[in-house]
């Protein structure tokens, strides 16, 4: 079974499986994924991203996942995290995020602990990777007890998709700790399965995390020299069509919200 298999629990690691949502668009590309870590054998599972709230994808989600445990949010956007409270309802699984207000019947996720659950085999580690948002954290799943047994593979949410780039929130992304988050991804990461958000799972984490900072380089010095070229003054419509030069006008608000948080970035670190 390969990707995008909608409406179907598809294996990807020996811990873990992925049910798509079918909320197809730009930002989405194929849907979210949603995550159920779980052994062979467990008697219930872990839930990553429940996705949106969208009572086809939860009810399969929840027969697919057969006695979820735990919800795990690895950020705040409503195409991953605004089913949780749903999916709370239809398994009484309690909800954890890093922000308080998404979590129900639980603490925050902290950086660095290590979630176990009685019933689950695999344990996940929790790792702070602030960047796409503020409140991002990637999953670690390992096979068993972290560092004494396999990663199995990362679920980075967000931070980093199975194709394409990914969006900088104006509100509380940022772009020097993405750059940061990349870069421990890339080490990390090394020989070890993509379990994105969004887009097909890939076999080695780093290998799209070096793409991702190459990418994110290249706009960096696109921008720079494209602020030489057309002096201080210029204004962000003036870069965006130095850069952009053959954007899809369907794309035009998204190139301008990327060269927004670059120049910010930029003017942050002269």
Not at 166 to 179: A, C, F, P, Q, R
Not at 180 to 187: F, W
Request: glycine share 8%.
């Amino acid at each position: 079974m390969e990707h995008p298999a909608y409406s179907q629990l598809r294996p990807v690691t020996p811990s873990a499986a992925v049910v798509l949502c079918p909320n197809p668009s730009y930002a989405t590309l194929e849907g979210t994924n949603s995550w159920v870590i779980r052994a062979e054998g467990d008697p219930c599972s872990i839930v990553i991203d429940p996705g949106p709230e969208d009572e086809g994808h939860l009810n399969v989600l929840n027969s697919k996942s057969d006695k979820a445990a735990l919800i795990l949010l690895t950020h705040r956007h409503h195409d991953h995290a605004d089913g949780a409270l749903r999916f709370r309802q239809l398994t009484g699984a309690p909800i954890r995020g890093v922000d308080k207000s998404y979590c129900r019947d639980a603490e925050p996720l902290v950086d660095g602990e290590i979630i176990t659950v009685e019933g689950v085999t695999p344990q996940i580690e929790v790792v702070a990777t602030p960047g796409h948002t503020g409140d991002c954290v990637c999953f670690y799943i390992w096979s068993g007890v972290p560092h004494e047994s396999t990663l199995e593979g990362i679920v980075t949410g967000d931070t980093i998709a199975g194709r394409h780039t990914t969006m900088i929130s104006e509100t509380d992304g940022d772009l020097g700790l993405y750059l940061e988050t990349l870069s421990r991804l890339e080490k990390d990461g090394q020989g070890v399965a993509l379990l994105p958000g969004h887009g097909p799972d890939h076999p080695d984490v780093s290998v799209l995390a070096r793409k991702y900072i190459d990418r994110r380089e290249q706009r960096l010095q696109q921008v720079q020299d494209a602020r030489k070229q057309l002096g201080p003054d210029a204004t962000l419509k003036q870069i965006v069509d130095a850069i952009y030069t053959d954007v899809d006008p369907v794309l035009r608000n998204a190139a301008e919200q990327s060269t927004r948080v670059t120049l910010r970035y930029l003017d942050n670190n002269q």
